[in-house]
């Protein structure tokens, strides 16, 4: 790398080691979503009956 090699490897490892923390928020922060969700759902069951239970709405 002509010499440069101890300046690039770290930026690699910087750059994989942020991009790896970005990827375990992203996931960390799907999973509080889900659970929020499915919380919310289960406290208003009738409403997700009604969207499903076919039919038209008028």
């Given at each position: 790398?002509?010499g440069?090699?101890g300046?690039?490897w770290?930026a690699?490892?910087?750059?994989?080691?942020?991009?790896?923390?970005?990827?375990?928020e992203?996931?960390r922060?799907l999973?509080?979503a889900?659970?929020?969700?499915?919380?919310?759902?289960?406290?208003?069951?009738?409403?997700?009956?009604?969207?499903?239970?076919?039919?038209?709405?008028?």
């Amino acid at each position: 790398m002509g010499g440069y090699g101890g300046f690039v490897w770290p930026a690699f490892g910087l750059t994989a080691a942020v991009l790896l923390a970005l990827l375990a928020e992203s996931l960390r922060r799907l999973k509080a979503a889900q659970k929020a969700l499915a919380r919310l759902e289960a406290q208003s069951p009738s409403r997700r009956q009604r969207r499903t239970s076919g039919g038209a709405q008028t």
